[in-house]
């Protein structure tokens, strides 16, 4: 049987590239191997890039035969796969949309170059919502992705490859990217870190976008560590993205500090939310006791404005997806429905044929919202509230170092319980307001509900550009908790039920 690499850690697989237990090849190889015996029961990956990692693989190992491994970055050896939304030279980037089914990227998105440069085996493409719209990747055009602890359940979404992946131990690291929700949600789903940065902490260039002014890349892992050091590979300026901003921060210099004399943030409004289930409730309060058994101060914080976040967002996101969106017209980019003799039904019917439901959904709320007539009574209030919502955070952050909140309501659903799109997108409710102040938050796997037995996450929220803070809390968590482990059905090289 091949060494399962996706069920370790980072420091376990560099550890072992050193003592030359193993090589980069064969990590590699064992990768794809892994995917092929057990991806089928989960559909994570859309597409494998083999030959890709094999390139990379042959870096490492010289890097390891000339003593310069440590030289090779925080991700060298380890297999990382890609949301995809992420442009990858040579790879599709479909954004599981029929729309992009054939579309390949002729260059390499900044996130997903920075991880190469550290050193990452780049092992493939995975599912999402269609555009990330969604949050339980069953907008997906080529098919749902299944949770890999319970395959009747959704992984969450958008980025629900990106967490399954992880979770069935395919691979250690994944990207995702976080627009309401869509890094946490699925992490909490599939019991996982899965961090959203600050807003402009990672560069956003070559990641197909949803939201501009919400969009954040960020990683998925099974340690706190592992996400911290896959953190230090993505951050930093992007001279080709104007919104990132210079990070010279290492995310795993203060992991061992623990959270004496730091101070947690509790919103008792997020505590007593309607729809918050008692399991996650429950699981929520024994993470704050927690860490005041670990030295923090628990304090209680107020968001007056928060429960208006949710009608900003339905607001501003679907407003730029279909700005972002208007580029598929069948001419430039995207899908175009042969046998038109004129440029206007051939746009029509192309996206008419290339956009799924959902897609359909917002293009034609953000097209209603940006109307004339329409605009002033909807978009500039969302953009006020978005100021009211930041000014709270930061007045709670004369009180704390980091909050601590629900991720979702309740833990992974099945497919097809949810079919009202307005109760679907309340599973973002806790996370949405971060996306809207651009602060940082995490999700951290705090075990197993009482109720359904399925993992559960609280979220760890920071100031903007401390997202040391949240590490810091997580890591103490973690402590306690442990390390997330693979599903169980995944473990120690299984398949799934």
Request: with cysteine; proline share 5%.
């Amino acid at each position: 049987m091949a060494t399962p690499f996706g069920s370790m850690g980072v420091r376990d697989i560099q550890r072992g590239l050193a003592a030359k237990e193993f090589s980069a090849a064969e990590v590699a190889r064992a990768s794809f191997e892994r995917i092929e015996a057990a991806d089928g029961v989960v559909h994570s990956f859309l597409e494998t890039t083999e030959a890709l990692a094999a390139d990379a693989a042959i870096r490492i190992d010289t890097a390891i035969a000339e003593g310069r491994l440590a030289e090779m970055g925080p991700l060298a050896g380890v297999p990382v796969g890609y949301k995809d939304n992420m442009n990858l030279t040579g790879t599709h980037t479909t954004c599981s949309s029929n729309m992009l089914r054939d579309y390949v990227s002729p260059y390499t998105a900044t996130c997903v170059e920075h991880t190469l440069r550290a050193g990452a085996l780049p092992i493939g493409k995975l599912n999402m919502d269609e555009f990330a719209f969604g949050s339980s990747t069953e907008t997906s055009a080529f098919g749902p992705t299944r949770n890999p602890w319970d395959i009747e359940r959704v992984p969450g979404g958008s980025s629900g490859g990106s967490a399954a992946a992880v979770a069935a131990g395919l691979v250690p690291v994944s990207l995702g990217s976080d627009t309401g929700g869509s890094i946490r949600q699925p992490g909490a789903f599939c019991g996982l870190v899965a961090v959203k940065p600050t807003y402009g902490v990672v560069s956003r260039y070559g990641v197909v976008a949803f939201g501009s002014s919400l969009d954040q890349v960020g990683p998925f892992a099974r340690s706190v560590e592992d996400a911290a050091l896959a953190l230090n590979a993505l951050a930093g300026r992007d001279e080709l993205d104007c919104t990132s901003q210079p990070c010279d921060v290492d995310f795993t210099a203060n992991l061992a500090e623990g959270v004496r004399g730091m101070k947690v943030g509790v919103v008792r409004a997020f505590m007593e939310a309607e729809g918050l289930t008692a399991e996650v409730k429950a699981k929520v309060e024994e993470a704050a006791a927690v860490l005041r058994d670990a030295g923090a101060e628990i304090v209680e914080v107020e968001l007056p404005h928060a429960q208006a976040a949710m009608s900003a967002y339905y607001v501003l996101g679907p407003c730029e997806a279909f700005s972002n969106l208007a580029r598929f017209d069948s001419v430039r980019y995207g899908y175009c429905d042969p046998g038109h003799k004129d440029l206007g039904s051939q746009y029509e019917a192309s996206r008419a044929a290339g956009f799924g439901p959902e897609a359909k959904r917002r293009i034609m709320l953000g097209s209603y919202l940006l109307s004339a007539g329409v605009y002033d009574t909807y978009y500039y209030p969302a953009q006020q509230v978005r100021t009211l919502i930041t000014q709270d955070y930061a007045a709670a952050y004369e009180r704390c170092d980091v909050i601590l909140t629900p991720v979702a309501p309740r833990t992974a659903f099945k497919f097809g319980e949810i079919s009202d799109p307005t109760e679907m997108y309340l599973s973002d409710m806790f996370t949405i307001s971060i996306n809207i102040a651009g602060n940082g938050g995490m999700s951290v796997p705090v075990g197993l509900g009482a109720q359904t037995g399925l993992p559960v996450g609280v979220q760890l929220i920071a100031p903007p550009f401390r997202d040391a803070n949240m590490f810091r809390a997580a890591a103490a968590l973690e402590q306690h908790y442990g390390v997330a482990p693979v599903a169980p059905d995944f473990a120690d090289g299984k398949v799934g039920a």
